[in-house]
């Protein structure tokens, strides 16, 4: 069982930066991968970055250039370094933790998820 948590969200200027974090905890030893999503009310829930445990990252459409995910130095932990945010980035930003074979997409419902940390860009 793993319970996941994120922080870090608030209300943010367009251009500026945010920090986010997230923590598993429980039985996190067999974790293989952790990935950050977007979910807004009415629409279909967005992949954002995820780090495997072999070091490899992916970056969705909206991060690619922008935004940097990062393994901490414990197993169980993932930041997402936000830069040049804008209005579209707004949006509910929820953690996921698997211990399967992780292929995240924006359809990927598996393993244990966070309640989320809100972000808010402003014109």
């Known amino acids: 069982q793993v319970h996941v948590s994120e922080s870090g969200g608030g209300l943010v200027q367009t251009g500026g930066s945010l920090r986010l974090s997230c923590t598993a905890s429980?039985?996190?030893?067999?974790?293989?991968?952790m990935g950050w999503f977007r979910q807004r009310p009415g629409h279909q829930r967005e992949f954002i970055a995820s780090?495997?445990?072999?070091?490899?990252?992916e970056y969705g459409d909206r991060a690619k250039g922008r935004f940097t995910v990062a393994r901490g130095d414990r197993q169980n932990t993932l930041s997402l370094q936000m830069r040049d945010l804008t209005p579209e980035d707004t949006g509910l930003y929820l953690c996921?933790?698997?211990?399967?074979?992780?292929?995240?997409?924006?359809?990927?419902?598996?393993?244990?998820w966070g309640q989320g940390t809100q972000v808010t860009v402003s014109s």
């Open positions: 996921n933790a698997d211990n399967g074979r992780v292929y995240y997409s924006d359809f990927y419902t598996l393993g244990s």
């Open positions: 429980g039985d996190f030893f067999s974790i293989t991968a």
């Open positions: 780090v495997h445990t072999d070091g490899r990252t």
